[in-house]
């Protein structure tokens, strides 16, 4: 009787054991499986991820060059209004052909961002940063209500791919505008020089940007403008400053307007 029982319980003991093993057999080879398949996936993304940011980048520079086109249209316009007044409309054709030109040098900027390259960078003044970054915007702001101050110090200079960061300090002004429209407002643009990091601040007195959002903003595609907006403006500031080694950031709270600072290091800095 006593021997039975142990009999039985060494098969229990045994059978127990058997399908513990088989478990964790089991369990091993769907570790092993997932494992193959993690890897798999990876290798995927990897494939992927360059294809990814090339389709990005491409509309990137789209929408760079819409940026471009916009203010050239609107002197060609001025120009074909005004034929009757020469001075007036060779003026304006004068800024045409200009900006063609800086539209030629910001493509061949844009077109070193896209060959994951930067093109030779060259020590250039914020003074000159900025000044290109509003003669690409062609536009007179107090048109539109906006006091502009600009304080840049004379010292202030980057090694950069100047055409590049001079599109994104661009994207900033654009956006400052965009937020004080329709009542206008005051846009500031600073430069100084802290330590190794040349800082540019863009400031409008606009609504701010709600907290909910302010996570996502530099994300692409990501705007809260409606069919105006395609989100792609701060993806590509953020792009161009990490390219050189820099960073941007952002300070706001609804109602009291919005700072973009982006920091670049300093030439020979
Ligand atoms: N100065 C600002 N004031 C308030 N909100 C801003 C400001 N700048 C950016 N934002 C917020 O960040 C979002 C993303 O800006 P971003 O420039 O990337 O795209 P967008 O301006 O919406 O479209 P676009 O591609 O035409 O530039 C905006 O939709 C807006 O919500
Ligand atoms: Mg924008």
């Not at 609107?74 to 004068?94: I, P, R, T, V, W």
């Not at 030779?120 to 906006?146: N, T």
């Not at 330590?195 to 996502?216: A, C, H, L």
């Amino acid at each position: 009787m006593l021997c039975t029982s142990i009999t039985v319980r060494f098969y229990n003991e045994t059978g127990k054991l058997t399908s513990l093993l088989e478990k964790r057999r089991n369990l091993h080879r769907h570790l092993t499986d997932r494992q193959d398949e993690n890897a798999r996936l990876r290798a995927e993304i990897e494939r992927l991820e360059p294809l990814a940011n090339l389709g990005t980048l491409t509309y990137m520079i789209a929408h760079e060059v819409n940026n471009l086109l916009t203010p050239l249209r609107n002197y060609a316009e001025l120009a074909m209004a005004h034929g009757g007044d020469a001075k007036l409309a060779a003026k304006a054709l004068c800024k045409t052909a200009r900006n063609c030109e800086r539209a030629a040098a910001v493509m061949e900027g844009l077109l070193g961002l896209a060959e994951g390259s930067r093109r030779p960078a060259e020590v250039v003044s914020a003074v000159e940063l900025v000044d290109g970054a509003f003669a690409c915007i062609c536009r007179d702001l107090s048109k539109d209500g906006i006091d502009v101050r600009v304080h840049v110090a004379p010292q202030a200079r980057v090694q950069v791919a100047a055409a590049q960061v001079q599109q994104a300090l661009m994207n900033l002004i654009i956006n400052a505008r965009q937020a004080m429209l329709p009542g206008g407002g005051i846009l500031t643009v600073e430069a100084v020089v802290e330590g190794p990091m040349t800082r540019i601040s863009v400031t409008d007195t606009g609504p701010g940007i709600e907290p909910g959002v302010m996570g996502r903003i530099f994300e692409p595609f990501f705007s809260t403008k409606g069919p105006e907006g395609s989100g792609l403006g701060l993806a590509f500031c953020k792009k161009v400053v990490e390219a050189h080694r820099g960073n941007i950031r952002v300070e706001s709270s609804p109602g009291r307007g919005a700072c973009f600072t982006i920091a670049l290091p300093s030439a020979g800095g």
